[in-house]
């Protein structure tokens, strides 16, 4: 079992930006896949980035070079730093850990942050 708590979000001005992170509990955390969803209102929840427990990334195409996601494992803490912000990354965002053998989009998901981008 693993719990995951996110924190950061916010309110930012196009062009801002913010970082998220996502403490996880358990002692598992190293050995999973960490990862940022988003859901806009509306719409299906989408895969932002992930990072494996070897540290290789993936991200949406339309976040590539503005965010970065990282993970701390002695500290159990993902983290997406977002810059460059638009409106369209408007959402609230999710954190996902995902065991090894565990399909994309499932696992463990944390309660959700709200990240608007407005001016």
């Known amino acids: 079992q693993v719990q995951l708590v996110e924190s950061g979000g916010g309110l930012v001005q196009p062009g801002g930006s913010l970082r998220l992170s996502c403490a996880a509990s358990?002692?598992?955390?190293?050995?999973?896949?960490m990862g940022w969803y988003r859901q806009a209102p509306g719409k299906q929840r989408e895969l932002v980035a992930e990072i494996t427990s070897g540290g290789r990334t993936n991200y949406k195409d339309s976040v590539q070079g503005r965010f970065t996601i990282s993970r701390d494992n002695a500290k159990n803490t993902v983290y997406l730093q977002m810059s460059s912000l638009n409106p369209e990354d408007t959402a609230v965002y999710y954190c996902?850990?995902?065991?090894?053998?565990?399909?994309?989009?499932?696992?463990?998901w944390g309660q959700g942050t709200q990240v608007t981008v407005s001016s």
């Open positions: 996902n850990a995902r065991p090894q053998g565990v399909l994309q989009g499932r696992g463990f």
């Open positions: 358990g002692s598992i955390f190293r050995f999973v896949t």
